[in-house]
Nanobody, 122 residues
Framework: QVQLVESGGGLVEAGNSLTLSCVAS????????VAWFRQTPGKEREFVAA????????HYDDSVKGRFTVSRDTAKNIVYLQMNALKPEDTAVYYC???????????????WGQGTQVTVSS
């Protein structure tokens, strides 16, 4: 069982930045894809960004491209999501997931963290 823990969420004003972290406490990333999704009440979990651990290949949803950066620290076994120029519509619970393939479908990820709330005020 892979346990993931997200952190770094909070309340910020529009235009500001936050950095989220995803730590795997019982798993060492090797050939995984680690993704960030977000979800608001009553809506489906939506893809934000992902990174292929083996070669750090990133992939972004168009809504965050140019504002968010996904990265990894191989020594610490952590995946980050740097979020700049935040907008009120970025408000959501952000989850990290681990899977074998870098895809944008949440059902293809095997393990999830508990989520961290990001709230962007206008």
């Amino acid at each position: 069982q892979v346990q993931l823990v997200e952190s770094g969420g909070g309340l910020v004003e529009a235009g500001n930045s936050l950095t989220l972290s995803c730590v795997a406490s019982t798993h060492t990333f090797v050939r995984d894809a680690v993704a960030w999704f977000r979800q608001t009440p009553g809506k489906e979990r939506e893809f934000v960004a992902a990174i292929r651990w083996s070669d750090a290949t990133p992939h972004y949803d168009d809504s965050v491209k140019g504002r968010f950066t996904v990265s990894r620290d191989t020594a610490k076994n952590i995946v980050y999501l740097q979020m700049n120029a935040l907008k009120p519509e970025d408000t959501a619970v952000y989850y990290c997931g681990v899977g074998r393939l870098l895809v944008t479908v949440p059902g293809m990820y095997d393990y999830w963290g508990q989520g961290t709330q990001v709230t962007v005020s206008s």
